[in-house]
């Protein structure tokens, strides 16, 4: 009887090391920061520290453009990392639809290209709809940091942010694209347009997007 108390009690340390084992386990994939400012606790964080890229404007790395997105509060998880990842889209889109009017823009204004002559808007509408394909295809998230807390009416939340991953050759290619795209365009009212100086601005234009596929998609212009 003695034995089998014995053999009880050690089993029972043995499950008890176990539960242990596996709650230090699961700590693990995550850290555990003190509380938040404001009254809210932190219950749970991919990171001991908010990395340092979540602040940091789009920039360039390597072959890659960086965007951050960042999600609203969710009850769920996956939630929280669904919004941050088409934040971090919109995000890119904002920024290289904005960078690639400006440079056609500037193109224009360098070969003295008037307005009339070519539909600006136009342009950008192609360029936007042609990179949201590629965004959509060739953008990866590189890193997500997360954080469930719990607010001062003790509900628990998510919240998300994404590093966001977009190759410079996919958005290199679109904006050569829309330079041929547009140039093509430009070909057809040259060869039926009548006016002499219409016809000099038309040939201007197409010298713009001619530079345009060469140079290729420059955010820092």
């Known amino acids: 009887m003695r034995k089998a108390i014995m053999l009880a009690g050690v089993i029972a340390g043995m499950c008890s090391l176990c539960v242990c084992g596996c709650h230090e386990k699961k700590v693990e994939k995550g850290i555990t920061p003190p509380p938040a400012v404001g009254g809210e606790k932190m219950l749970w964080s991919t990171h001991k520290e908010r990395p ?8 360039t790395e390597g072959e890659y453009y960086l965007f951050v997105g960042q999600s609203e509060k969710f009850a769920i998880e996956k939630g929280a990392k669904d919004a941050a990842y088409r934040d971090a889209i919109k995000q890119a889109g904002i920024s ?7 440079s056609f823009q500037k193109l224009l204004a360098n070969h003295n ?7 600006r808007t136009t342009v950008s509408r192609e360029f936007e709809e042609q990179l949201s394909k590629a965004l959509i295809k060739k953008a990866m998230v590189k890193q997500y940091y997360e954080e469930q807390r719990q607010n001062k009416s ?4 998510w919240i998300a942010f994404a ?9 290199d290619e679109v904006y050569k694209n829309v330079a041929e795209q ?9 060869e039926t347009a009548k006016d002499t100086k219409a016809k000099e601005q038309l040939k201007s234009a197409m010298d713009a997007f001619d530079e345009a596929n060469e140079r290729g998609f420059n955010p820092a212009e």
């Open 113 to 119: 290209v008037e307005s009339q002559i070519i539909d």
């Open 182 to 190: 547009t140039k093509e365009s430009l070909m057809k009212d040259y």
């Open 96 to 102: 290289i639809n904005t960078s690639a009017a400006s």
């Open 154 to 157: 003790g509900q628990d939340y």
């Open 52 to 59: 340092a890229w979540l602040q940091t404007p789009p920039r």
């Open 163 to 171: 590093l966001l991953e977009v190759p410079m050759s996919s958005i």
